[in-house]
Nanobody
């Protein structure tokens, strides 16, 4: 099982930007698909963005379209989520997930390993 560690969360104001990163021990991100999901208090886990193995993706959920960008840094072996124009409704715990599959799936059941999550809080 791969060990994933998210970083970059924090408290920001509406309109600000944040970059979340997901680091892996043992897996090479470029060989697999990875995704970001989020879960707000009292709500179900929600798909944010995914990036497939080289040649596939990315795939964005509705909350991310036009504001967020998912990308892979092969040199650092990380997958990051650049979030711009943040809104209070983006407040959630953000989770990184990976799968041995190639496609950037929006379904949480497609992913084999999950990180512990990083809190993002956007104040109005």
């Amino acid at each position: 099982q791969v060990h994933l560690v998210e970083s970059g969360g924090g408290l920001v104001q509406a309109g600000d930007s944040l970059r979340l990163s997901c680091a892996s021990s043992g897996w090479i991100f470029s060989n697999y698909a990875a995704a970001w999901f989020r879960q707000a208090p009292g709500k179900e886990r929600e798909f944010v963005a995914a990036i497939g193995r080289s040649g596939y993706g990315p795939n964005y959920g509705n909350p991310a379209k036009g504001r967020f960008t998912i990308f892979r840094d092969s040199a650092e072996n990380t997958v990051s989520l650049q979030m711009n124009s943040l809104r209070p409704e983006d407040t959630a715990v953000y989770y990184c997930a990976v799968t041995k599959g190639a496609l950037p799936s929006a379904s949480s059941s497609s992913y084999d390993s999950w990180g512990q999550g990083t809190q993002v809080t956007v104040s109005s």
